[in-house]
């Protein structure tokens, strides 16, 4: 099996369904990558790290923060549900020791997304939302449009984000709403 020491990692330090939904997103990512010419073992790698400090408690978030000198935002600082990108994406680099920079690039905007992204990672930002084990209202739709057009499917992903965002009063982060604004700007041009 490839990756036999990442999954080991990723199962002590994941519960079984993040576990799971980890597999899941590698699977899908690998999948999506094929169709666009994208490294299918990058892919794969990105999606199986990509959640890998999401169970972490909130005491060692804030440990990465300080030993890599990472300094978070008013937003950041008020949303914990954004800081598995950016710690987990510390984590893989300094402790895993990964350093493709398109992977650490794909896990630490796979949450807001931002404007412009490589291929990769508007792959593991889609594959998040289509992987088999996801389960929310629109999965069908975003399903089909992954399978028609990245770009199609990007901005639906976006739209059903920020909606739900404003709909529960939560704070938009910046690379959330210029992912947005990118997206719906140039989706003539593919
Ligand atoms: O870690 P996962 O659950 O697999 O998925 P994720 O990393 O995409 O996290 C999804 C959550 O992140 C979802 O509850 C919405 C939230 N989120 C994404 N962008 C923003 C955001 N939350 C806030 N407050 N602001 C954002 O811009
Ligand atoms: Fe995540
Ligand atoms: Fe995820």
Redesign the pocket.
């Known amino acids: 099996m490839m990756y036999d020491n990442f999954k080991k990692i990723l199962k002590s330090r994941l519960d079984e369904k993040r576990y799971y939904?980890s597999l899941c997103v590698a699977d899908e990512a690998k999948r999506l990558a094929e169709k666009i010419g994208v490294d299918t073992q990058k892919a794969y790698l990105a999606g199986l790290l990509h959640?890998i400090t999401?169970n972490a408690p909130c005491e060692e978030h804030l440990q990465i923060f300080t030993q890599f000198g990472i300094i978070l935002n008013d937003i950041e600082k008020n949303?914990q549900?954004?800081w598995?990108?950016i710690s987990g994406t510390a984590y893989i680099e300094h402790i895993l020791g990964v350093s493709d920079p398109e992977i650490l690039d794909a896990v630490r905007y796979?949450?807001?997304a931002k404007a412009d992204m490589s291929p990769l990672c508007l792959v593991l930002y889609l594959a998040?939302f289509t992987s088999r084990d996801r389960d929310y209202p629109d999965v069908d739709i975003m399903r089909g449009l992954v399978d028609l057009s990245f770009s199609k499917a990007l901005i639906y992903a976006l739209q059903y984000?920020i909606k739900d965002?404003t709909e529960r009063k939560?704070?938009?982060?910046f690379d959330?709403l210029a992912a947005f604004n990118f997206a719906v700007t140039s989706e003539g041009n593919n």
Do not use: R
């Open positions: 939904h959640d999401k949303t549900k954004l598995h990108a796979h949450t807001t998040d984000t965002l939560k704070a938009i982060h959330t």
